[in-house]
């Protein structure tokens, strides 16, 4: 998929040649952390030898139980086992009381990077590897869409409206130069932890969910990142001077934006 939304003469999150500044700042846009949760099996009442193996780097934790294992003890036992692992200790953290649940360190969007699997339980008890997964996929950011600032610097993308600490700090885009990169490679958005271009003084096109004026307030739309130019309980106005609208239009579509945010 391309840019969301497109016609024959605009993009959504085209940056206009007249733009004086873009910035560029690392995307933490939904920026969530994978997790696997691994479950022991009991049934045998034996001692029993516990293997997990993690195949991408090849590392296995062994545990031993007592004659009566219960699953909280063994959990406890592949804790123990799992954090002195420096590797995996390094990849992950480790939680839960009856089951194993591992959740990565470093975002990503594919939760099939690691895979874990019994790696052998002796005599018979086995760790059931495919109880699911924690979290959800980080996904990319798209282009055309209301970028926040917090004191501290962070940028990321309008959701719950402003705060005497969260800014507007301008719109998500790409260059006329990126055109044939966004098109032919079929790009959305930026991936998670990519750098993100960010208009702070310029023009761009955006999606308006209302028709717009110039003389219109432009509302940012907290569920999606876009825009619009009238109240809404899903969004929020934008200090007037900072933005603007270039065009008057009829209907709902793309349009460009003026913006003036001082970032």
């Known amino acids: 998929m391309s840019p969301d939304l497109i016609t024959p003469n605009l993009m959504e999150g085209l940056i206009a ?3 004086n500044r873009v910035i560029t700042k690392p995307n933490l846009f939904n920026r969530n ?15 029993t030898t516990y ?4 195949n991408l780097t090849n590392q296995v934790i062994t545990v031993v139980s007592d004659a009566t294992p219960t699953a909280a003890e063994v959990v ?15 990849l992950f953290t480790v939680s839960g009381t009856t089951t194993l649940n ?8 594919d939760p099939n990077i690691y ?33 926040t600032v917090d004191n501290l610097g962070n940028y990321n993308r309008l959701a719950s409206g402003f705060s005497g600490t969260l800014e507007f700090a301008g719109v998500t885009g ?10 032919n490679r079929s790009v959305s958005g930026y991936p ?16 308006s969910d209302t028709a717009v004026d110039p003389t219109a307030a432009v509302y940012g739309v907290n569920t999606t990142g876009r825009f619009r130019s009238t109240a809404d309980a899903a969004a929020v106005e934008i200090t007037t001077g900072l933005v603007s609208w270039v065009e008057k239009t009829t209907a709902p579509g793309l349009t460009w934006l003026r913006i003036n945010s001082g970032k």
């Open 174 to 183: 790409f260059t006329y130069a990126d055109i044939e990169t966004v098109l």
């Open 192 to 207: 998670i932890d990519s750098s993100v271009n960010i208009v702070t003084d310029g023009v761009v096109c955006v999606w």
């Open 33 to 47: 952390n994978r997790g696997w949760i691994i479950t022991p099996g009991v049934a045998t009442q034996e001692v």
């Open 115 to 147: 895979t874990f699997v019994d790696g052998g339980s002796t005599p018979t008890n086995t760790l059931n590897t495919s109880g699911g997964s924690i979290g959800v996929d980080s996904i990319d950011l798209p282009f055309g869409r209301c970028m």
């Open 51 to 54: 293997r997990l193996k993690e």
């Open 17 to 19: 040649n007249t733009t």
């Open 102 to 109: 591992l959740t990565a360190r470093l975002p990503g969007a």
């Open 76 to 90: 406890t036992l592949l804790t123990t086992a799992f954090r002195a692992n420096p590797i995996l200790n390094g």
